[in-house]
């Protein structure tokens, strides 16, 4: 009983340490304005400080560089299917990805682990493009739409990655896979719960081989190796997934293929949802009349890993 009630005690000690290092990167911070307030929520703030073993000089640091990156990157603006917005100050022709997802390479999943976290499936073999930024551009998107989609008091997604037909002509660069790692830990930090590679082919361990040291001890804990027929690895699916709604290909009994039109329509609600959420207004308008747009998309900018 006394060391029940002293670990409880140790508990609620940490509890107010950490929200009071919560209050001091506040006030480290300053006063914020437009879209940086919206972003800068408490629970935001805890997982940049998690991120930085609760040290607020660099969760500070880290959060800054988070800031000029949304600034600049604008994943809040991205799009499934483009529109012209009607203010002038955002007429110009928004980035989509709907071209993409056309083969269902990355999607979000129709249903949740056991904690009730949002789910993305990807299928590295499914590569159906060689643009570098398109490809980030539509995880940066994912990403987003995987946040939008949690439910309330849970901040984390994770990751089902089905290796089926992977090989390395479908697969995306070295240099484009620490580009997403880099932005993944420095501007989602603490949103991946776990990532499932699942079956990856003996190819891929040349590759993983080279990727796995981008990512700080953090991330790569959450990387688990999963394989069909296999004891363990069917136990830690059952771990974190009901069967009956896990898909076959990832070792449950749910049947699950990729829709194109039906996800599409998905996310264009979804959009709405977010253009709702950061005050934007995406009723069409005329291209004519925003004869000043240029089409094509700003190279992403990848802020370096800080640890």
Known sequence: MFKW????????????????????????????????????????LRRYLEARSWNVDKA???????????ASYKPEEIRWNAKLPLHSEFCKLQHEVAHEGETGKISRANFHDREGRTVLIMRPGKQN?????????HLVYML????????????????????????????????TTRDIINILQNHYPERLAVAFLYNPPRIFQAFWKVVKYFLD??????????????????????VYF??????????????????????????GEDDAKTSKLWGFDDTPRDAANCSHITSGHSKAEVVPETL
């Open 217 to 238: 001890p953090k991330t790569f804990q959450k990387v688990k190796f999963v394989y069909p027929k296999n004891n363990e690895s069917v136990e830690l699916m059952k």
């Open 5 to 44: 009630r002293s670990s409880q005690n140790n508990d609620g000690n940490v509890s107010l340490q950490r929200e009071e290092k919560v209050k001091e990167l506040k006030v480290a911070l300053g006063p914020l304005s437009g879209r940086d307030i919206k972003f800068c929520t408490d629970s935001c």
């Open 129 to 137: 493009t060689t643009s570098t930024e398109g490809n980030i551009r």
């Open 60 to 70: 500070k640091k880290m959060f800054e560089e988070t800031l000029k990156w949304r």
């Open 144 to 175: 987003e739409n995987a946040i939008l989609n949690l439910p309330e008091g849970q901040e984390q997604m994770c990751w089902m990655i089905d290796y089926t037909g992977f090989s390395m002509s479908t697969s995306i660069s070295v240099r």
């Open 242 to 267: 009901d069967l009956e709604n896990l898909p076959k290909e990832f070792g449950g009994n749910a049947t699950l293929e990729y829709d194109h039109e039906e996800f599409s329509r998905m996310m």
